[in-house]
């Protein structure tokens, strides 16, 4: 019989290879539950990281367009600032040069009122005579030179308004350029997408440049150039309006004078009113009874307001005063204006004559005709100044 030779080596048991085998079968589930947690795990991220990045992508989409239409709004601000202050600017160099026309202007009055009193340099003798229509003649240099100062000085503040509106524009202008350039760059922003072909990777794109504002900044720069706009075209048009005043002023200083008194009368009696409701109220609250008769902060008030109203009494009570004094020396003065106009207007009236007669010595008889009404003392001339000025007082 033949002899069967084994291997040598160990033998495992059947318990061994068993249990290997449930070692192996167990390894092989763990490393497939392992990797099927882990492709759940990536598929979770993947959908995640997916939705948030087209998330975030929408939501800054979404804030460009937002501060588009922010700085879109400040635009169309600045731009109608811009043409409200070029229509100032227009306006105001207008009033201007009509300012300076009308100083022009004044150069005639003033040659001929120079010319006069040069004239009248030359009377002789006891004609050389301080009178009235010297005097008036002086007041009207005192006039002109008083309205081409004030002409002057009005030109003056508009061409530093002028100036002042300038600068505001330039840094208008320099706003709003600075917004024309943001809504392209922002607009190139948006309408970019993961698939446009200028798109790439930048250096350190996190970074915040030099010179960067803040939102609160940004916001307070334009609104202040926008403010600093409608004030100077606010200043502007009321030094147009004092400008059209000056230029338009025929002031007559009686009817202003009384006008000032009938106001000062008015504010007098509403004074009293005043004076009145508080001696009243103070009269009535003596009667408050025992501890409530307090010297509260009512009572203090009201006794301040006692003393500031008849401290104003008294002022306006002076000034009606001084203001009623004026217009008697105004009336008085009128009245001498008009008996010398009437001695001037005889006296005209007298030489007119003795022209009229002088014609004899130059015209022959048949050819003369008398122009002044021997009855009624007249003349067919034009009327002199002094009895246009009557005239007007009458």
């Not at 706009?229 to 009321?238: L, V, Y």
């Given at each position: 019989m033949a002899t069967l030779h084994l291997k040598p080596g160990s033998r495992f048991s059947i318990p061994d290879w068993h249990t290997n085998n449930t070692l192996i079968a167990t390894n092989a589930e763990r490393q497939r539950s392992a990797s099927h947690q882990i492709r759940q795990d990536a598929r979770t991220l993947r959908n995640e990281t997916n939705n948030q990045t087209e998330w975030d992508e929408q939501d800054n989409r979404t804030r460009l367009a937002d501060r588009i239409d922010e700085v879109e709004k400040w635009k169309q601000v600045l731009d109608k600032c811009l043409s409200e202050v070029d229509a100032e600017i227009d306006a105001l160099i207008l009033i201007k040069d009509e300012a300076e026309r009308a100083l022009q202007a004044k150069n005639v009055p003033s040659d001929v009122v120079t010319e006069c009193?040069?004239?009248?340099?030359?009377?002789?003798?006891?004609?050389?005579?301080?009178?009235?229509?010297?005097?008036e003649l002086h007041k009207e240099v005192e006039v002109i030179d008083g309205i081409r100062k004030a002409l002057q000085q009005k030109i003056s503040e508009a061409f530093e308004q002028l100036c002042l509106l300038q600068d505001s524009r330039q840094q208008l202008n320099w706003d709003q350029r600075g917004k024309v350039e943001t809504l392209e760059i922002d607009r190139t922003c948006l309408s970019l997408t993961k698939h446009s072909p200028n798109i790439s990777l930048k250096v350190e794109p996190t970074r915040v440049p030099n010179g960067t504002s803040t939102p609160q900044e940004w916001e307070q720069f334009s609104r202040y150039n926008k403010e600093r706009a409608e004030a100077e075209i606010r200043t502007s048009t009321q030094l147009r309006e004092v400008i059209a005043i000056t230029i338009a002023q025929t002031k007559e200083e009686i009817e202003e004078l009384e006008q000032d008194i009938r106001r000062l009368d008015e504010d007098l009696r509403s004074k009293y009113g005043f004076l009145k409701l508080s001696?009243?109220?103070?009269?009535?609250?003596?009667?408050?009874?025992?501890?409530?008769?307090?010297?509260?902060?009512?009572?203090?008030g009201l006794t301040d307001e006692v003393h500031q109203l008849e401290g104003t009494i008294a002022a306006l009570k002076q000034k009606l005063a001084q203001s009623q004094d004026a217009l008697d020396a105004l009336y008085k003065h009128l009245a001498r204006i008009e008996v010398d106009i009437k001695c001037k207007e005889n006296s005209l009236n007298l030489d007119n004559k003795c022209m009229d007669t002088r014609q004899k010595l130059i015209l022959p008889a048949e050819k003369y005709v008398a122009t002044v009404d021997t009855f009624n003392r007249t003349t067919n001339r034009n009327l002199s100044p002094l009895k246009s000025r009557q005239l007007e007082l009458a």
């Amino acid at each position: 019989m033949a002899t069967l030779h084994l291997k040598p080596g160990s033998r495992f048991s059947i318990p061994d290879w068993h249990t290997n085998n449930t070692l192996i079968a167990t390894n092989a589930e763990r490393q497939r539950s392992a990797s099927h947690q882990i492709r759940q795990d990536a598929r979770t991220l993947r959908n995640e990281t997916n939705n948030q990045t087209e998330w975030d992508e929408q939501d800054n989409r979404t804030r460009l367009a937002d501060r588009i239409d922010e700085v879109e709004k400040w635009k169309q601000v600045l731009d109608k600032c811009l043409s409200e202050v070029d229509a100032e600017i227009d306006a105001l160099i207008l009033i201007k040069d009509e300012a300076e026309r009308a100083l022009q202007a004044k150069n005639v009055p003033s040659d001929v009122v120079t010319e006069c009193l040069t004239l009248r340099e030359s009377r002789r003798d006891i004609d050389l005579v301080k009178d009235p229509v010297e005097a008036e003649l002086h007041k009207e240099v005192e006039v002109i030179d008083g309205i081409r100062k004030a002409l002057q000085q009005k030109i003056s503040e508009a061409f530093e308004q002028l100036c002042l509106l300038q600068d505001s524009r330039q840094q208008l202008n320099w706003d709003q350029r600075g917004k024309v350039e943001t809504l392209e760059i922002d607009r190139t922003c948006l309408s970019l997408t993961k698939h446009s072909p200028n798109i790439s990777l930048k250096v350190e794109p996190t970074r915040v440049p030099n010179g960067t504002s803040t939102p609160q900044e940004w916001e307070q720069f334009s609104r202040y150039n926008k403010e600093r706009a409608e004030a100077e075209i606010r200043t502007s048009t009321q030094l147009r309006e004092v400008i059209a005043i000056t230029i338009a002023q025929t002031k007559e200083e009686i009817e202003e004078l009384e006008q000032d008194i009938r106001r000062l009368d008015e504010d007098l009696r509403s004074k009293y009113g005043f004076l009145k409701l508080s001696h009243t109220r103070l009269e009535t609250r003596t009667y408050r009874p025992n501890v409530d008769l307090c010297r509260d902060q009512v009572q203090y008030g009201l006794t301040d307001e006692v003393h500031q109203l008849e401290g104003t009494i008294a002022a306006l009570k002076q000034k009606l005063a001084q203001s009623q004094d004026a217009l008697d020396a105004l009336y008085k003065h009128l009245a001498r204006i008009e008996v010398d106009i009437k001695c001037k207007e005889n006296s005209l009236n007298l030489d007119n004559k003795c022209m009229d007669t002088r014609q004899k010595l130059i015209l022959p008889a048949e050819k003369y005709v008398a122009t002044v009404d021997t009855f009624n003392r007249t003349t067919n001339r034009n009327l002199s100044p002094l009895k246009s000025r009557q005239l007007e007082l009458a």
